[in-house]
């Protein structure tokens, strides 16, 4: 897979030239897009690719694992979406303790992003493989995010907890 053989490259350059980070490698990389940005769109594709064959779901998590080892600044928004996308892959795999562990840290970490609790809900609400669904779990999980003070993405959840509302009542 071409994504692949450009990740290990990417690696490859960063250990040759002892760049540690991947926000220190963009500093320094000469590209059309950043390292970055090109992280998120792997991602995606990788996500789609596990949906379709259920073999990449270890290719998932070697790269968020990498991702995150070479991240200097694990708040920003890029690095939390991985940890959140390491956590759901270890529920796809049937590692369901060690993926609510992550979400426990994510959200602890970061309390006020309201899209790490969404995430979390996910895996037990409307986008949850059928045998993992658990409504009221993933309405718990939202509503304990309500009472986060400076909650941030608010009106995101209450959007999701009504999808949830809604998917619940079709069971």
Do not use: C, H
Request: charged content about 35%; overall charge negative; aromatic content about 12%.
């Amino acid at each position: 897979m071409t994504w692949q053989k450009v990740w290990n490259q990417i690696k490859r350059i960063m250990d040759k030239n002892e760049i540690e980070t991947i926000e220190e490698l963009d500093e320094v990389f000469d590209g059309t897009q950043t390292i970055y940005n090109w992280s998120t769109d792997f991602s995606q594709e990788l996500l789609n690719m596990s949906r379709q064959k259920k073999d990449f779901l270890q290719n998932r998590l070697t790269f968020y694992t990498e991702y995150l080892e070479r991240t200097a600044d694990l708040s920003e928004d890029n690095a939390k979406t991985m940890k959140a996308d390491l956590a759901q892959t270890y529920f796809e795999i049937g590692q369901a303790q060690k993926g609510e562990k992550l979400f426990q840290e994510l959200t602890t970490d970061y309390p006020t992003w309201g899209w790490g609790w969404i995430f979390w809900s996910d895996v037990y609400g409307v986008f949850a493989e059928d045998t993992d669904k658990d409504f009221n779990r993933a309405l718990k999980i939202l509503n304990e995010a309500l009472t986060v003070k400076g909650l941030e993405d608010k009106e995101d959840i209450r959007d999701r907890m009504e999808l949830t509302k809604k998917e619940m009542k079709k069971e």
